[in-house]
């Protein structure tokens, strides 16, 4: 914007780093004459934010586990040991990102910015019905996120943290892909209720019953079907039939599986029933339900849903 502002800092930051031996007096003299030639400004793709933010999550979360030895936990003996986590978890957290912002680490990522286009597009446009507006702000209310994940690799390819909008492109925003937490419902059943059954002996032309019972849930329409196979109950998501299951395995070890993938905010309030039709206390991310996905696909060896794909500190060391 100042072409003589930009130069004489230009030319300040210079002597700086020869009078601190960083460079030479001829690198020094080399660089203030070189000729300054403006750039052509580019359209600018609005990614909204979304895709750094979540890489610095990543990279944030990389640095507490592999440099600074923090041990992560999903399963917990009551609430008070969950807030006495959480509170040693933000500690260590902004610790970590002090150091990344502070640091001179250089970040390359997964995330494929065409999908990341695509994807904010597609969200702009299935929840463009609704215009409504948070009071005192021009966010919209009815708000969506989206996580997708490459099978093969088992990385993170695009995280959608909300509905584009310009504003949010001009500052770091809430990324909903993997901070905020709501109810998976129906999703959640193949995860909690029909992964564990079938490595129990179930198999998808088991036969189980869905038919409505006294304290149980109601199908969508109020539809059912008695004896069907278990494939048949998943195809159609009988409400009916997951709380069967889920009862006869136990919510213990039920939730055992999303525990072992990392799932963050399952508490002691899950372990009823009503969780097998995802109805959770916090409930869960996009980035924990496509990681849980791309574990089934994955032969049920499950990888931690990162973007970060290499970390080089500020000499140039490779630390991932």
């Known amino acids: 914007k100042d072409s003589n502002n930009a130069i004489s800092r230009r030319d300040k930051i210079l002597s700086n780093m020869y009078e601190c031996e960083y460079i030479t ?9 070189e000729t300054i030639s403006i750039a052509e400004q580019k359209e600018d793709k ?3 934010n979304y895709e750094t933010t979540f890489a610095i999550n990543c ?6 586990e592999n440099l600074y030895n923090f041990e992560f936990r999903y399963d917990f003996s009551d609430n008070d040991d969950y807030n006495t986590y959480q509170d040693s978890y933000n500690e260590a957290y902004q610790n970590a990102k002090h150091h990344l912002y502070t640091d001179g680490y250089q970040i390359q990522t997964s995330i494929d910015l065409n999908a990341q286009e695509n994807l904010q597009d597609i ?13 005192d702000s021009d966010i919209y209310n009815l708000q969506g996120a989206m996580t997708a994940i490459d099978n093969e690799t088992g990385k993170v390819i695009a995280a959608i943290g909300g509905r584009g909008q310009d504003e949010l492109s001009k500052t770091y925003s809430l990324n909903r892909a993997y901070q905020s937490y709501r109810q998976p419902g129906s999703c959640f059943k193949p995860v909690a209720v029909y992964t564990p059954a079938l490595e129990r002996g ?6 189980v019953d869905d038919s409505k019972f006294k304290g149980g849930p109601s199908n969508s329409g109020n539809s059912y079907l008695g004896k069907i196979t278990l494939r ?13 299951i889920f009862k006869e395995i136990t919510p213990k070890v039920g ?11 399952i508490v002691d309030n899950d372990y009823y029933l009503s969780a097998s039709l995802g109805g959770l206390t916090n409930g869960v991310t996009t980035v924990e339900m496509a990681s849980a996905y791309a574990t089934i696909e994955n032969d049920g060896v499950y990888r931690e849903p990162t973007c970060i794909k290499k970390i080089t500190d500020s000499e140039g060391n490779v630390i991932l």
Do not use: C, D, G
């Open 202 to 207: 179930y198999t998808p032309n088991s036969i």
């Open 232 to 244: 048949r109950a998943v195809e159609k998501s009988k409400n009916v039939v997951a709380w069967k």
């Open 46 to 48: 609005q990614f909204y």
């Open 59 to 64: 990279a944030t979360e990389y640095l507490m």
């Open 255 to 265: 939730l055992s599986y999303p525990l072992k993938m990392h799932f963050a905010n």
């Open 25 to 33: 007096a001829e690198q020094r003299n080399q660089a203030k004459n």
């Open 123 to 135: 969200l702009n446009e299935q929840l463009s019905f609704s215009k409504k507006t948070k009071e």
